[in-house]
């Protein structure tokens, strides 16, 4: 069963750097089966310094598209979420609160997990640059994102190891952004 869960996770997050141009004007050219950007987040370091954006689409099947494209963060595996306050003005970003939970548990491996804030682990290479694409369907962006507190997306510090409770061991929060309506 874990072998599952991981492969299903893990199928969900593409790179995808050409997404990126469409993600802009809201809405996915070529095919016809389009997207529309219902919520979005600059995502700014510890310094102030914005260094991209998270966007969350709806799409025509119902699933929500997670696009992130962000630049400027250290080389190394960093555990990546979605979390339930959309407050990023704390020094350490904790006012963000903890990772948005639904009705389960932290993590693919745990038992009734993962909940809609988990995202895979992402790796970003010597350039800096996190460019992914990630359907989560757990997800509703009404209720999750656009409620009456908001939602923020962190990047951490290390890698999310997808059993500890209640956030994965994923260490420092390094960035932090916002949603707001599309």
Known sequence: MKRTLMTTLCATALVAAPAFAQEESGEQSGDGTGFTTAARAAVQDRDGNEIGTVTINETDSGTPLVIVAITDLPEGTHGIHLHETGDCSADDFTSAGGHI???????????????????????????????????????????????????AFIVHANADDYMSQPAGDAGDRIACGVFEAG
């Open 101 to 151: 939970p639904g009705d389960a548990d932290h993590g693919v491996f745990a038992s009734g997990g993962p909940h809609p804030g988990d995202l895979p682990n992402a790796v970003v290479g010597s350039g800096g640059d996190l460019n992914l694409e990630i359907f989560n369907d757990r997800l509703e962006i009404e209720d999750m994102i656009m409620d009456e507190d908001g939602a």
